[in-house]
């Protein structure tokens, strides 16, 4: 059974900085794309950034700059380093992870290129 777990989030002051992770468990993922999506209040879950298996970066444009997602397939893990972080970006982040498969940069924004997900993890922001 596949299982992703996320960790790394908390209250944070705005500016500051968070790093979370997400460990797969159940298959590894090395050849697959993994992504974070996040859930504010009120609001539907949106993509934030994702990477695919040959390592291109994608990103919402509300956190360039500022977000960076990475992964160690070694440790079938991603990460999201988020600075700069603004009171809009409280949410519950959630790690995904796809089947390998094809696609273009507007299809791994969706939610539905995403075959598993986390429990979540919530960070929330203070002014």
């Known amino acids: 059974q596949v299982q992703l777990v996320e960790s790394g989030g908390g209250l944070v002051q705005a500016g500051g900085s968070l790093r979370l992770s997400c460990t797969a468990s159940?298959?590894?993922?090395?050849?697959?794309?993994m992504g974070w999506f996040h859930q504010a209040p009120g609001k539907e879950r949106a993509f934030v950034a994702t990477?695919?298996?040959?390592?291109?970066?994608y990103y919402a444009d509300s956190v360039k700059g500022r977000f960076t997602i990475s992964r160690d397939n070694a440790k079938n893990s991603v990460y999201l380093q988020m600075n700069s972080l603004k009171p809009e970006d409280t949410a519950v982040y959630y790690c995904?992870?796809?089947?390998?498969?094809?696609?273009?940069?507007?299809?791994?924004?969706?939610?539905?290129?995403?075959?598993?997900w986390g429990q979540g993890t919530q960070v929330t922001v203070s002014s």
């Open positions: 995904a992870a796809r089947d390998p498969s094809g696609g273009s940069a507007y299809y791994f924004r969706s939610e539905a290129a995403y075959d598993y």
């Open positions: 159940g298959r590894t993922f090395s050849s697959s794309g």
């Open positions: 990477v695919t298996w040959s390592g291109n970066l």
